[in-house]
């Protein structure tokens, strides 16, 4: 599977208002950019306001240290916000700091397509927030011209590289529904946090995997407050993905919590279909995912033909079809009609597959594969099969 932390790619469905609205917001952005900290002791002492998480804030010499001068050999990936190193913390770097491997994203200054507010809204954001689901920020740096933030290396990369691969095996769907429900919970903690947070810009590419497949949320460059005491949405400039962002938030700029749930949606619609959200090397009717795929989810006859065929029919179809009819509750048009997050949670938790051994034998697995009350995943592992009640 390789060590990739993340290969990103520029944004290129990116979602905004008409260009006049656009400009005037952008230069509206600049103006609002310039009261923002822009050293360390002024970012440090905005975060000390809301910080729970101990950030290290690194010098740019430090980091030419950690990716040996940001050599080209150790890119992970590159995008609107720069590029990404795979770095090392050694013990020696500064007295105090363990060992570790780090992912190291610059900001690529006046060329990306994110600015200081997005890098901004990281550190504060991760700064604030702690959970097994979300990328565990280790620090930033914050000098003269240069902004960077270093993460834990996630080494299975994103889930878009793992998906949609043509090298590595297809995902189980085991694997799968691990993904979803780790994700799911990684959503679920941001809109029930004491103050809630929008994550805004859930897709593929923005949730990595570790070695276990164990899925965290990336990138919270585009993440906002969300609305409070009885109000139901926040109003803000539309950012986001085209085919993964809600309809009624393109079209109002209303975001709310159930925004990020269209975009679940969409994602759970692509694991289980093994297809991208927009894809313009297929037919013209099935470049949409989500327009395509719709229709036929709510028919028992027809839904398994959706079903990536890379899975070789390799799942419970139960279990299929109640990710089915979860994926398309989530895309309801009427945001006021789809499933919280927590209970998007209680409904994947049942599809989970528990690991049960270790198969070495080729023997042993041939024999074990599809048989019986047990399957064998791509990594020859034996997993209880789910009964028909899954």
């Not at 805004?200 to 276990?212: E, Q, V």
Request: charge should be neutral; aromatic fraction near 8%; proline fraction near 6%.
């Amino acid at each position: 599977m390789g060590n990739c932390w993340c290969r990103w790619k520029p944004s290129i469905y990116r979602v905004s208002a008409n260009v006049k609205s656009a400009q005037g917001q952008l230069v509206k952005q600049r103006n609002d950019d310039s009261k923002l900290p822009s050293n360390p002791k002024e970012v440090e002492d905005l975060r000390r306001d809301s910080a729970a998480n101990p950030l290290i804030a690194f010098t740019f010499n430090e980091l030419k240290i950690i990716t040996g001068n940001f050599r080209p050999d150790r890119v992970l990936g590159g995008g609107g916000f720069g590029s990404v190193y795979k770095g090392f913390i050694s013990e020696d770097l500064r007295e105090g700091l363990p060992s570790l491997p780090v992912a190291v994203k610059v900001h690529d200054g006046d060329n990306s397509y994110q600015g200081h507010r997005e890098w901004l809204a990281e550190v504060i954001f991760l700064g604030q927030l702690s959970h097994p689901n979300l990328v565990k920020l280790i620090g930033y740096c914050c000098e003269d011209e240069q902004r960077v933030l270093i993460y834990e290396y996630m080494e299975r990369g994103s889930v878009e590289n793992n998906l949609f691969s043509r090298v590595l095996l297809p995902m189980s769907w085991s694997t799968r529904m691990k993904i979803a429900f780790g994700a799911a919970k990684g959503l679920a903690f941001l809109h029930e946090a004491e103050k809630p947070v929008i994550y805004r810009d859930f897709k593929t590419s923005n949730i990595l995997l570790d070695l276990d497949y164990n899925a965290k949320l990336s990138d919270f460059g585009l993440a906002k407050d969300g609305p409070e005491g009885d109000k139901s949405h926040v109003s803000t400039r539309i950012m986001g993905t085209y085919g993964y962002a809600a309809p009624e938030y393109i079209m109002t700029g209303h975001l709310s919590s159930s925004s990020d749930v269209y975009s679940f949606g969409v994602v759970l619609l692509e694991l289980l279909t093994g297809r991208k959200s927009l894809d313009k090397l297929r037919p013209a009717r099935e470049q949409n995912l989500t327009d395509w795929a719709l229709p036929l989810l709510k028919e028992k006859k027809k839904f398994l033909n959706i079903i990536d065929p890379r899975l070789e029919g390799d799942y419970p179809i139960k279990g299929v079809h109640k990710a089915a009819m979860l994926a398309y509750h989530c895309l309801n048009k009427n945001p006021k009609a789809r499933p919280l997050m927590r209970d998007i949670v209680d409904s994947l938790e049942p599809l989970q597959v528990p690991i049960i051994s270790q198969v070495s034998d080729t023997d042993t697995f041939s024999s074990l594969k599809g048989e019986g009350p047990f399957m064998c995943n791509e990594h020859n592992v034996v997993l209880a099969k789910p009964n028909d009640a899954v």
